[in-house]
């Protein structure tokens, strides 16, 4: 049985950091409003004329390297993300001008903040398929150019970043002791569309709008639905939620981190956690957070590690990873 092996991760977050103090001088907040409805105290934005692709190729090149790869090695290209730097070509095709061969499959997939759950699902059945032996996979966001800087509910909570992870296909058994992509598990409900999106688009305006959410109608269902697709993920596979090494969850904020991780009786030390640092970075948050954690050296090798998002749409899913 074919399995999609992490061969290396990869990260890049913008220079400029804004501090929930920057932020209360420019909009009616404070940090301790900030920090006990978040738990987020900065985020990176992204430099003027600094592009989702370019945070994509950085985060990209440092996975590459970490894998011991050359772009030149890969067979496909998928990028999450919600922010493509044109309506066309997708941003993947820019990513693959810069790193790849000419013509290897590239484009993009957006579903938002689950979108890297959704990009490596769909990647990781291109090499169970055979139809690709080497994946990179990407999400990258410049988020912060969807907001309304005057609307204190939604300006405090999103930052700009990338992450990205090399897939390479490696033969297993079909256990749940095989290194690389267990399974993957996606769900949408277009019934709740308007909870959160960002309003215009070619089709509808011809402008881009800002992000509008009703938060707490998103904090209940992410609540819930969250813990479903970890609890159909580990049910998947016949492990249980003390056979998991680490929760990588997307990093929206601390109250859902921690809803989530007390419904699912886990202990909050196995729970990675960045949203403080980063914020909500939509597509890039969970292989920024996986980045961190493989980096500081708390993932490993044989670890089993659950990654699950849940975005507009609502869209929403899970992948369980042995390292």
Sequence with gaps: MKRSVIAGVGAYLPQRVVTNAELAARVDTTDEWIVERTGITQRHMAAEGELTSDLAIAASRQALDRAGMSGQELDL??????????????????????????????????????????????????????????????????????????????????????????????????????????STHLHSDGRHYNMLMVDGGPSATKTTGHVHMKGREVFRHAVVNLADTVREAMEANAVTIDDVDWLVPHQANKRILDSTAEKLAIDPKKVVVTVDRHANTSAASIPLALNQAVTDGRIKPGHLVLMEAMGGGFTWGSALVRM
Excluded: H, M
Excluded at 116 to 136: R, W
Excluded at 142 to 148: A, C, I, N, S, V
């Design 77 to 182: 290209i998928v990028v999450a993300t919600t922010t493509p730097d044109n309506t066309f070509p997708a941003t993947a095709a820019k990513v693959q001008a810069a790193l790849a061969r000419p013509a290897i499959a590239a484009f993009d997939v957006q579903a938002v903040c689950s979108g890297f759950v959704y990009a490596l699902a769909v990647a990781d059945n291109f090499i169970k398929a055979g139809q690709a032996e080497t994946a990179l996979v990407i999400g990258a966001e410049t988020f912060t150019r969807l907001l309304d800087w005057n609307d204190r509910t939604t300006c405090v909570l999103f930052g700009d970043g990338a992450g990205a992870v090399v897939l390479r296909a490696q033969d297993g058994q079909g256990t749940s002791a095989d290194r690389g992509i267990l």
